[in-house]
């Protein structure tokens, strides 16, 4: 079944601990990319890639770092994580060969950060 | 600067009925449209892909449609379900964004009343 997968899907943690959500997907896309969803703000882009050591910056990428050592997988770091973090999270990608096809989404990871 | 407005932001209806969820964005240079459904603290389901040169697209019961320059798309539900109750999101891919990020509305939420 193509899909995107994210883990945890749930996760409480305490400021400044390190922690990574994981995104992996099974449908050989070029692009990937990390939203976060906020009351009243709606879904803001953190950081997105291109392809495999293809990243960039994308809205709100502070606080965030990521990587994309392989195709299917492009974890989401966050370094010392602050309250102001607490989110829901979405990875998501697609194919950009011959434009953009649909762009398929995971799950999600609600993160609470105390 | 992209900006997508969806009405109405709240819906109502009887199981049963026909209804027309509007989406309006103020730039027609995209990509495409996307429609989204989201459950309550849940993840995005695509549920409609209408790419720039085409007018409309249907799975099942859905209908989208899109009108690139009056900056429109409508999702059209047809004999609705209590199942069918959520959040629907749309969002447009556009032409002269280099982070390929979606610009998403902020959501009608639907109510399908047994």
Known sequence: EAQVTQNPRYLITVTGKKLTV???????????????????????????????????????PEGYKVSRKEKRNFPLILESPS??????????????VQGFSEQYFGPGTRLTVT | KQEVTQIPAALSVPEGENLVLNCSFTDSAIYNLQWFRQDPGKGLTSLLLIQSS???????RLNASLDKSSGRSTLYIAASQPGDSATYLCAVLPLMDSSYKLIFGSGTRLLVRP
């Open chain 1, 22 to 60: 994981t995104c992996s997907q099974n449908m050989n896309h070029e692009y990937m990319s990390w939203y976060r969803q906020d009351p009243g703000l709606g879904l803001r882009q953190i950081y997105y890639s291109m392809n495999v050591e293809v990243t960039d910056k994308g809205d709100v």
């Open chain 2, 54 to 60: 085409q007018r409309e697209q249907t799975s099942g």
């Open chain 1, 83 to 96: 309250p102001n973090q607490t989110s829901l999270y979405f990875c998501a990608s697609s194919f950009v």
